[in-house]
């Protein structure tokens, strides 16, 4: 390079972007899970200094898919934990997968998907609701760090979900911030139900409407149509630990 040549305007902010922590340091049917009996290449063997990262959504799902069997069979890894690893992260970071998950501290996402530093990066808001700053993240994680895959991830018995269709059943108001979060999911309500059962199909229909909504957006659309990315939906199931695709 000359001294005068210049790396593309793109590429340098994407450089700068995945390396931003290095300068201040000088996230279908249930029992068949989310790949039924998927699992990849030297899954079980990983150990903690192992960095390899699944570069495909279907790689990445398969990965999530072996790291959730092990958390379930209590056969846990605890993967990229060691001091070597926190050190090459230093200079940047190269998750492979971006889990937009509930806030439920039931579900941590790197628990129950058996993974470690750097592996995943994880929005959480309450019943995985959009808003301008979820979105934003979202996209930061595909369009800047390239991250191949995108799981919206419900989960059995959630309080945000039931606390919407209580609110719509009886006309209550709850307080203003939560108020929110429950019109946000009032469109996914599923009336076809009642009781528990109602709240337990409005988990997975919240989850289909935000996937929906994600699929919608241009830029990510683009990236699906162009095959670099997945925009898939599950819910964890607290009774079993099963992470299973939603269709």
Known sequence: MTPHAQMPVATSRRALLRASVATAAVATAAGSGLIAGATPVGAASRTSTTRSRPSTPDAALAELSAGNRRWRTFHQQHPNESQSVRQALVSGQDPFALILGCIDSRVP???????????????R??????????????????????????????????????????????????????????????????????????VDATV??????????????????AKV???????????YELNTQLVHRIS
């Open 109 to 123: 996402p790197e628990l129950v998907f058996d993974q470690g530093l750097g592996d995943l990066m994880t929005v």
């Open 225 to 235: 149509a162009a095959g670099e990315l997945k925009i898939v939906g599950a819910r």
């Open 125 to 198: 808001s309450a019943g995985e609701v959009l808003d301008e700053a979820v979105l934003g993240s979202i996209a930061y994680g595909v369009l800047e760090l390239g991250i191949p895959l995108v799981l919206v991830l419900g989960h059995q018995s959630c309080g945000a979900v039931a606390a919407a269709v209580h609110a719509e059943e009886t006309g209550e108001s709850l307080p203003a911030h939560i108020q929110y979060i429950a019109d946000q999911i009032e469109p996914a309500i599923d009336h076809s139900q009642e009781g528990d059962a109602r």
């Open 204 to 221: 997975s229909a919240q989850v289909k409407l935000v996937q929906s909504r994600l699929a919608g957006d241009a830029d990510l659309a």
